[in-house]
C-alpha cells in the first residue's frame, strides 16, 4: 500500500514547496522587523507548513496553536465553524500571523480573524499555503499565499482526507474514487 496510489496528480512537489516556504519566510522577515510577532498555527492541517516556516523566519517570535473543525469526515464544509481548542495565550497587542493550510470557503479564516480583532491583538494577518478561490462563500484574501490550487479536494503537506495522507511530502489532488 502506497499513499500516492489513491492520488490522480502532483500539484506541488516537495521541492517546489521548500522553495516557495523559504521566500514566505523571507517576506514575513521582512515585514514583521520590530513587531511583537505571534505565530498561530491551525490544528492540524497547517502543523507540517508551520514547522517549514517558522524555521525560515530570522526574528523573534512566539508560536502557539488553535483548531477548528468545519469538515468532518466530508469534502465539503459543512458552513458551521466550530472552536475546538483555543490559542494558550491572549493575543492582546501581538502582532498575530494566522498559519493556515488551505483558503476554501473562506468561512474559518474570516471567523478567526474577526475574533483575534475583537481581542485587541495589534494586527491580524493570514498566511496560508494553499488558496482555492473557487470554493470561496464568502469574500476573503490570504496576505501571503503559497500556491492557487484548482476547485479539486487535494491533500498531502499536512492536508487530510479523513484523517489520512497529511504525511504525503507533497500537494496531490485526491483520487475522485477515494470519496464518491
Ligand atoms: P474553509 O473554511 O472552507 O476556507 O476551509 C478551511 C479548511 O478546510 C482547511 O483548513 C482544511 O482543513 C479544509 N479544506 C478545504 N479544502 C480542502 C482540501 O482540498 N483538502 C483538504 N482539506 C481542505
Do not use: W
Amino acid at each position: 500500500m502506497n499513499l500516492h496510489q489513491d492520488t490522480c496528480m502532483v500539484l506541488f512537489d516537495q521541492e517546489t514547496i521548500a522553495k516557495r516556504v523559504a521566500e514566505l519566510g523571507r517576506q514575513i522577515t521582512r515585514d514583521y522587523q520590530g513587531k511583537n510577532l505571534l505565530m498561530i498555527c491551525t490544528l492540524r492541517g497547517a502543523s507540517v507548513f508551520f514547522c517549514d516556516l517558522i524555521r525560515h523566519i530570522d526574528l523573534p517570535l512566539k508560536i502557539d496553536f488553535i483548531a477548528t473543525s468545519s469538515y468532518g469526515c466530508s469534502t465539503t464544509t459543512s458552513g458551521e465553524v466550530r472552536m475546538i481548542k483555543d490559542t494558550s495565550e491572549s493575543v492582546k497587542g501581538k502582532d498575530v500571523v494566522i498559519v493556515e493550510d488551505i483558503i476554501d470557503s473562506g468561512l474559518t479564516l474570516s471567523f478567526l480573524k474577526k475574533m483575534f480583532e475583537a481581542r485587541e491583538a495589534a494586527s491580524v494577518k493570514v498566511c496560508t499555503m494553499l488558496d482555492k478561490p473557487e470554493g470561496r462563500k464568502v469574500d476573503f484574501k490570504g496576505d501571503y499565499v503559497g500556491f492557487e490550487v484548482p476547485n479539486a479536494f487535494v491533500v498531502g503537506y499536512g492536508l487530510d482526507y479523513a484523517e489520512k495522507y497529511r504525511n504525503l511530502p507533497d500537494v496531490c489532488v485526491l483520487d475522485p474514487k477515494i470519496y464518491s
